[in-house]
């Protein structure tokens, strides 16, 4: 469904993108682990940012402080400069937050018309951000809202994984992948018992002796097989998810809109970082820096 602002919300990413890009070149020239050549050039890029903000926000005159001013060491009020500078460095980073975090004020209009689809379901697909979604639901929606969950997070990771066998970020994903392939190879087999013409009992043995040399890792075919097993799960996900929907009238996208404004009037700050980490598939790095674990 389109959105009413999506305009709105692409401003709100460019906005933490320049924040996170002022955070990196800071961390960058700060680390002392890092070689010379890396903190140099990001010094660097920092006094570009910081004199362009200097000569066009506070209208500085580039006649007088000229960009190769705030390298020279020889300069009587070099150290001056660059504490200057320095401040219109962290005076940007600091707009550019609070301009992403002001487009949010009115939370209700930018969940629900601004905020891009699929982003929010993103949260959900994640193991470590969807309890923090889940557990922000009313009692109400906290049913509906799980089983969405369940499909949203079995259909990312089938996707996932069939673009790419070796994103498996966890022991959990790698058992998934393991159930899936005999899952996968169970299914192949009826479907080729069947064209055969297999009876009942021939049939059931076939299926059961293919499912476990799938599990005993002889497969010939493991990733195929795991794709199709991942895929029949999610599709089994979805029918639960509206199988509940249907009993209780509650619609899952309602619920985690709901769930996740309950989140940000919480804890704005964590809200505001995870659905820009959602947006950039960042999920772990902004819970990182929230140090949540």
């Not at 018992?193 to 021939?202: D, E, L, P, R, V």
């Amino acid at each position: 469904m389109a959105k009413g602002n999506p305009q709105e919300f692409r401003q709100f990413i460019d906005y933490l993108d320049e924040a996170r890009s002022i955070d990196e070149l800071v961390q960058n020239r700060d680390n002392k682990s890092n070689p010379s050549s890396v903190r140099d050039d990001a010094g660097s890029k920092l006094k570009d940012l910081g004199y362009a903000n200097f000569i066009n926000e506070r209208e500085g005159d580039p006649n007088i402080l000229k960009r190769e001013d705030l390298d020279d060491l020889n300069r009587p009020t070099y150290e001056n400069d660059n504490k200057l500078i320095e401040g219109e460095v962290a005076l940007k980073r600091d707009s550019s937050d609070e301009s992403a975090s002001n487009l949010m004020a009115n939370l209700n209009d930018f969940v629900d018309n601004s905020v891009e689809d699929g982003t929010l379901e993103k949260l959900l697909a994640n193991e470590r951000s969807a309890p923090l979604i889940v557990s922000s639901a009313s009692e109400e929606d906290k049913e509906v809202l799980a089983r969405y969950q369940a499909y949203q997070s079995a259909e990312e990771f089938a996707k996932r994984y069939e673009k790419n066998q070796r994103d498996i970020r966890s022991e959990e994903e790698a058992k998934q992948v393991s159930d899936a392939i005999i899952r996968g190879a169970r299914k192949n087999q009826i479907e080729s018992s069947k064209k055969k013409g297999h009876g009942t009992a021939n049939l059931e043995l076939a299926v059961n002796l293919a499912a476990n040399g799938a599990a005993m890792g002889y497969s010939r075919r493991p990733t195929e097989y795991a794709v199709a097993g991942l895929k029949e799960k999610a599709e089994e996900e979805k029918k639960k998810y509206e199988e509940v929907k249907n009993k209780t009238g509650k619609d899952g996208i309602k619920a985690l809109r709901e769930a996740y404004k309950s989140l940000a009037k919480e804890n704005f700050g964590l809200a505001r970082n995870l659905i820009y980490g959602a947006h950039k598939d960042k999920i772990d790095r902004e819970l990182a820096r929230a140090g949540v674990r």
